[in-house]
C-alpha cells in the first residue's frame, strides 16, 4: 500500500528563506520578522521588494522601488477598454483574471523569463494591479473609471481610484496594513500553483493567471467574501451560535475557521481582530463584529479540540466593509496583495527550477482491451 500525501499535506517540495510558518503555535515570520511587526512597523511597499529581493531592503532601495511602483501605475488604454466592456454579472475575480491574462498580451516583455525580466515584470503586475482592480469595481457599478495618482502610497491611490476620492491617512493605513498582512503565506495553493506553472518555464502572467484562479476558490481567498454572506445569513449576534451549532451539526464547514497548517490561531486574524474591534466601536457597524466574536466563541468551544481557529479571512471583510467595499471584492483585495508573494515565490523557484510534477496511484483497470461502441451495453 502506498503511502499518499492527500492534498500533498506535509509534503516538502522546495526550500525558501521567504516564510515561516508554525501552525502549532500560530506564528508567522517573514525573512524571520514576526508579522506583527511588519504590520506595526512597515509599509506593503517594503515587505513586498523584500520578498521579491529575499533580503530587507536598505532606505535607498526602497524609495527606488517605491518610485518604480508609482511611476508604473497606469494600465494600457487596451485594458481600460476591455474592463470597461466586460459583462457587468461577472464576478471581480473572473474579472481579474481575464485582464491580467490580457495585460500579458500587450506587454512586449511578457515572454521574457529570465530572472531580470521577471522581477521587472513583478514590479509593473505589483503596481499595475491596484489600477486593474479598481478600474474592475468602477466599470461594474457604471462609474467613470479613475486614473491612478503618483502622489499616494500604494493603499491610498487604491482607495482612491476606487472610492473616487482621497482616503483619509487613517483608512490609508488600514489598509496598508491589510495588504502586508495578505502579501505572503508559503506554499499556500495559489502561490503553489504560480510555482507549478512557473515550473515549466511559462511566463510571469501565465504564473499569476493561474495563481488568480486558485485564489479565487472558497477554500481558499474566496473564503473572505463567504464569511462575509455568513454573517448577512446569521442577521443579528443573538442568533449566530445557533446558526453555527447547526452547522456543524450537519457537519457543515464554517467559513473563515480551519486551516492546513495552522491548527491553532492564525496570528493574522489576531491583528485584523483588533481592527475590526476598532471598526466595530464606530457607531453602527458593531453587529458584524459582534456576530464573529460570538462565531468564533462558539467554533472554539465546539472544535477548537481538532485544530479549528479563525483564519486570515474571518475579520478581513469586517475591516474592508468599513472602508466602503463590498464583499465581492475582497478576494480581489487579497489578490492586491498576495501579488507579491506570488512573484517573489516564483523568482525565488526559478533560481534552481525543477518542473513540478507528482504522481499518483493508479488504481484503474489492467489488462482490458479495447470494446468496439457496437459491443458495449
Ligand atoms: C487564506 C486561506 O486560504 S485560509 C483558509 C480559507 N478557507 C476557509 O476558511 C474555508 C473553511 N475551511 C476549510 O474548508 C478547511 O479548514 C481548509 C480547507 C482551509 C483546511 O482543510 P484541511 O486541512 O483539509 O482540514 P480537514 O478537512 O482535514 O479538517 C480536519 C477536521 O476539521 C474539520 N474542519 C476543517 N475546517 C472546518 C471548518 N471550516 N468548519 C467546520 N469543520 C472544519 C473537518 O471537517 C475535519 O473534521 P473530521 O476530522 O471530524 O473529519
Ligand atoms: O497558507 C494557506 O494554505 C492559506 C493561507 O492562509 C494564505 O494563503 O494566506
Redesign the pocket.
Known amino acids: 500500500m502506498s503511502n499518499i500525501a492527500k492534498?500533498l499535506?506535509g509534503v516538502l517540495f522546495t526550500e525558501s528563506k521567504l516564510t515561516f510558518i508554525n501552525g502549532a503555535e500560530g506564528i508567522l515570520t517573514h525573512l524571520g520578522i514576526p508579522i506583527q511587526e511588519w504590520a506595526e512597523k512597515s509599509t506593503f511597499e517594503e515587505l513586498s521588494l523584500a520578498l521579491l529581493d529575499a533580503e530587507l531592503p536598505t532606505a535607498e532601495e526602497l524609495a527606488k522601488f517605491d518610485a518604480e511602483l508609482r511611476a508604473n501605475r497606469s494600465i494600457p488604454a487596451e485594458l481600460v477598454e476591455l474592463i470597461e466592456n466586460m459583462p457587468r454579472r461577472a464576478h471581480p475575480m473572473q474579472a481579474l483574471r481575464t485582464a491580467v491574462s490580457y495585460l500579458g498580451l500587450l506587454d512586449p516583455q511578457s515572454e521574457e523569463v529570465s530572472q531580470e525580466a521577471r522581477r521587472a515584470i513583478s514590479i509593473r503586475m505589483i503596481a499595475q494591479f491596484s489600477t486593474i482592480i479598481a478600474a474592475i469595481k468602477r466599470a461594474q457599478e457604471g462609474q467613470p473609471i479613475v486614473a491612478p495618482r503618483q502622489d499616494l502610497t500604494h493603499a491610498g491611490n487604491f482607495l482612491y481610484m476606487l472610492n473616487g476620492k482621497e482616503p483619509t491617512a487613517e483608512q490609508a493605513r488600514l489598509f496598508d496594513i491589510a495588504l502586508i498582512l495578505h502579501a505572503d503565506?508559503g506554499m499556500?495553493?495559489s502561490t503553489f500553483t504560480a510555482i507549478a506553472t512557473s515550473s515549466t518555464i511559462s511566463d510571469m502572467y501565465s504564473c499569476i493567471t493561474s495563481a488568480i484562479g486558485a485564489l479565487k476558490g472558497?477554500?481558499?481567498?474566496g473564503?473572505n467574501e463567504?464569511?462575509m454572506v455568513m454573517l448577512d445569513e446569521v442577521g443579528s449576534p443573538d442568533k449566530a451560535a445557533e446558526y453555527i451549532t447547526d452547522k456543524?451539526d450537519k457537519?457543515?464547514?464554517?467559513?473563515?475557521?480551519?486551516?492546513?497548517v495552522y491548527k491553532y490561531f492564525?496570528p493574522r486574524s489576531r491583528v485584523l481582530r483588533d481592527y475590526a474591534e476598532v471598526v466595530a466601536n464606530k457607531e453602527g457597524r458593531s453587529n458584524y463584529y459582534q456576530i464573529l466574536e460570538t462565531i468564533e466563541k462558539t467554533?472554539v468551544d465546539r472544535?477548537g479540540s481538532?485544530?479549528?481557529y479563525p483564519?486570515?479571512?474571518?475579520y478581513s471583510g469586517t475591516v474592508y466593509s468599513d472602508l466602503g467595499i463590498s464583499k465581492e471584492y475582497f478576494t480581489p483585495i487579497?489578490a492586491l496583495a498576495r501579488i507579491s508573494g506570488w512573484c517573489a515565490s516564483v523568482i525565488e523557484y526559478s533560481r534552481d527550477n525543477r518542473l513540478l510534477r507528482p504522481d499518483a496511484v493508479y488504481t484503474g483497470l489492467s489488462d482490458q482491451h479495447y470494446t468496439e461502441l457496437q459491443d458495449r451495453q
Open positions: 492534498g499535506e503565506h499556500n495553493a472558497p477554500l481558499h481567498g473564503a463567504q464569511v456543524l457537519k457543515e464547514k464554517i467559513m473563515g475557521v480551519g486551516h492546513r492564525d467554533v472544535i481538532k485544530g479549528i483564519n486570515v479571512d474571518f487579497f
